[in-house]
């Protein structure tokens, strides 16, 4: 089993920046692939971003490429997600996952392969 905490959530003003992270802990070593995902009311969860164990792989949503970026510290225990030009319509309940299943280059993992969730940590984009 793998626990996971998002933190760093708030209110930011458009074009303003952010910075998620999740802690990971448990069964670490169980795991292969990494996600964040977001969703708003009334809306289906969206993938945002992900990352291989290695670093090498980072797919990204097209709403949010050039402007979000996914990275881990070395000891795997934090993934983060740096969150800049910020847009309402960014605003969401945002989510750390954790999957077993190897992410592979040009691939995207949909929500159902993900198998560890956090709580997650909301973001308002707003004036």
């Known amino acids: 089993q793998v626990q996971l905490v998002e933190s760093g959530g708030g209110l930011v003003q458009p074009g303003g920046s952010l910075r998620l992270s999740c802690t990971t802990s448990?069964?670490?070593?169980?795991?292969?692939?990494l996600g964040w995902f977001r969703q708003s009311p009334g809306k289906e969860r969206e993938f945002v971003a992900a990352?291989?164990?290695?670093?090498?792989?980072?797919p990204y949503a097209d709403s949010v490429k050039g402007r979000f970026k996914i990275s881990r510290n070395s000891a795997k225990t934090l993934v983060y997600l740096q969150m800049n030009d910020l847009k309402p319509e960014d605003t969401a309940l945002y989510y750390c996952?954790?999957?077993?299943?190897?992410?592979?280059?040009?691939?995207?993992?949909?929500?159902?392969?993900?198998?560890?969730w956090g709580q997650g940590t909301q973001v308002t984009v707003s004036t």
């Open positions: 990352m291989n164990w290695r670093g090498d792989i980072t």
């Open positions: 996952a954790t999957s077993t299943t190897f992410l592979r280059r040009g691939e995207i993992l949909g929500a159902r392969e993900y198998d560890s």
């Open positions: 448990g069964r670490t070593l169980d795991f292969n692939s």
